[in-house]
């Protein structure tokens, strides 16, 4: 991990990520998820901006979408043919070099965005990281990256 890369990207929302030698974006998956949607929006607003958020709903029949909207950031519908449809809707939609991908269902943690960008920026060669709730979850992550690994 190249923890010279997470030190740039400390302190406020807007210079973080200014100083990303690329451009990110964050997805989060929803389906009827109006119980945690908002609080999930509002963490991953204290790491990234606004403008790089996009929610793309599985056709939500509780309040999910009106929580989204009042949220103002990019919502997206998916076309009803399952996650992998939609994850791939949004690689195709979404113009960003990098993508995050998160659940709703708060098993991703958004303070752990950035230690799960860093790769892209010590190798060039990274396609993609994942990062596995069956390590550790967020505190493996945290741990990873206050070590250096």
Do not use: W
């Not at 200014?18 to 998956?29: C, D, E, H, M, N």
């Not at 958020?53 to 998916?78: E, P, Y």
């Amino acid at each position: 991990m190249n923890a010279k890369f997470l030190e740039t990207l400390q302190g406020d929302v807007a210079s973080a990520q200014k100083k990303a030698p690329f451009s990110f974006g964050v997805v989060v998956f929803v389906k009827n998820e109006a119980g945690t949607i908002g609080r999930l929006i509002d963490q991953v607003l204290q790491t990234i901006n606004r403008r790089d958020i996009f929610v793309m709903d599985g056709h939500s029949t509780d309040d999910t979408v009106a929580i989204i909207q009042q949220k103002n950031v990019r919502l997206l519908s998916d076309n009803g043919k399952g996650k992998g449809a939609a994850i791939r809707f949004a690689i195709s939609e979404i113009d960003r070099y990098v993508l995050v991908l998160m659940d709703s269902d708060g098993s991703q943690q958004p303070k752990e965005i950035f230690s799960l960008l860093a790769p892209f920026e010590s190798d060039k060669d990274v396609a993609m990281v994942v990062g596995s709730p069956f390590k550790g979850g967020s505190e493996e992550c945290s741990r990873s990256s206050q070590e250096g690994m």
